[in-house]
């Protein structure tokens, strides 16, 4: 039987990091202008902290179940097949998501009072389309956040100090990424309000995404369902940084400020590690 105990608190922390696309969205609307160097630090330091707990920790923990049950040139083709399979389902997510739904296309505070100077009369007041581009908006969001989700509480069951760390590095992904869905939503539906509300729930699809591979996978959890699918978090996270959150950091600042963010993440989730042995 399962510790309740660790279930409640990798749903915890599932929770957390799904919410902070909230505090993005509240940036967004009181802040007066983007702060592109933060951003760009911190997105390049929570893509360091992934990258390197992926290979570091996640990849071989995952050889390391696979082995016992396998042996150890089995383990090692299935792990790398895992953690390739894992690349290739957030891919997919990502091409059939367009590119103005999509909540990993990077904006800018200042854009939203000049997107919406620039929208015609009869496209504000178009309810009805402007309801549906809102509706499309937000599903894609849930999509986008559905397997990070399944990511961080698979990282908390397995050990909960790695938890954390993945956990403060989606909701730092989330932070900048709840400006992004914002801004969308803004042009939208009119309302800040709606914006922020919907963004904000959009973070729900998090926990929603463990709470469907716990009752779905958990039943039958073995060790090489575990190795299967923490080798795939680990694929999924290299590819949302790769793919995701470096190109953004240097879209949001300068080449340095991604780099040394990247390391720093590192350096921090190495330490980390260290001092949890």
């Known amino acids: 039987m399962m510790d309740n105990q660790a279930v409640l608190f990798a749903f915890g922390l599932t929770l957390f990091a799904g919410l902070c696309t909230g505090i993005g969205s509240a940036i967004a609307f009181f802040a007066q202008r983007t702060n592109t160097k933060f951003l760009s630090l911190a997105l390049g330091f929570s893509a360091g902290v992934m990258v390197y707990v992926s290979f570091w920790e996640i990849v071989r923990k995952a050889n390391d179940a696979l082995t016992l049950e396998l042996g150890d040139v089995t383990a090692q083709w299935v792990t790398v097949l895992s ?49 549906r581009m809102g509706i499309f908006a937000a599903i894609a969001i849930a999509i986008h956040n559905f397997p990070e ?42 309302s800040k309000k709606k914006a ?5 729930l959009s973070g729900i699809s998090e926990p929603i995404g463990a709470l469907v591979g716990f009752l779905l996978l958990m039943p039958f959890f073995t060790p090489v ?4 699918l ?11 940084s790769f793919d995701q959150l470096l190109p953004a950091a240097e879209e949001y600042g300068e080449h340095h400020h991604s780099i040394y963010g990247l390391i720093s993440g590192m350096v921090v989730m190495a330490l980390s590690l260290l001092l949890f042995l």
């Open 230 to 240: 923490f080798a795939g978090v680990g694929g999924i996270m290299v590819f949302i």
């Open 225 to 228: 369902v575990f190795g299967v």
């Open 196 to 200: 922020f509300l919907y963004s904000f």
């Open 83 to 131: 953690f390739f399979g894992g690349m290739a389902l957030i891919a997919i997510i990502d091409k059939f998501v367009p590119s103005y739904e999509n909540p990993h296309e990077m904006h800018s505070i200042e854009e939203m009072d000049v997107g919406k100077a620039n929208l015609p009369k009869d496209e504000t007041h178009d309810f009805d389309k402007l309801k």
């Open 149 to 190: 989700g399944l990511a961080t509480f698979t990282a908390a069951m397995s050990d909960p100090s790695l938890g954390i760390a993945i956990a403060v590095a989606v909701a730092i992904h989330n932070i900048p990424e709840g400006i992004a869905v914002s801004i969308p939503l803004y042009y939208a539906t009119g």
